[in-house]
């Protein structure tokens, strides 16, 4: 697949996660599904960091390097900030889990956030160890 392809697959996945993210918690068979979707969503850049590293893309990996590290940081952020919106509003917890929902869409969307965050955990250390290699 072409590298164009991959990013535009990478964003549908992840816009499909975060839309299904909303779903008020999926059990049985449909749990599963997300959780399914939710792993695939993390297979177009896992290709995307094959290709750039045989083709010594230094541009997407520092890409994926910097969006992984970006969701990941979020993420913390948002979860912190959403345990403390409980002695807030309720419509402040409600915007603060909706931008969980979005910047951290496979994680919400399957349900398994351990999952989600090894899979962005491993993008970040694949791409680093590629970016390492470069220099080298």
Known sequence: ?????????????????????????PEGPLGTALTVLSVFSFLPPALLIHQAGKQSDRHT?????????????LTLVLLVLNFWSALG???????????LVVV????????????????????????LRFLRKQRS
């Open 61 to 73: 990996l520092l890409l994926i390097r910097n969006l992984s590290a970006l969701s990941l940081g």
């Open 104 to 127: 951290s869409s496979p994680m919400i969307c399957s349900g398994q956030w351990a999952l989600s965050l090894f899979l962005w955990a491993c993008l970040l250390m694949v791409s």
């Open 1 to 25: 697949m072409s590298r164009k392809s991959l990013f535009i697959l990478w964003a549908v996945l992840f816009g499909l996660c975060a839309a299904l993210g909303f779903l008020p918690e």
């Open 89 to 99: 509003s309720e419509t402040l917890g409600a915007v603060l889990y909706g931008l």
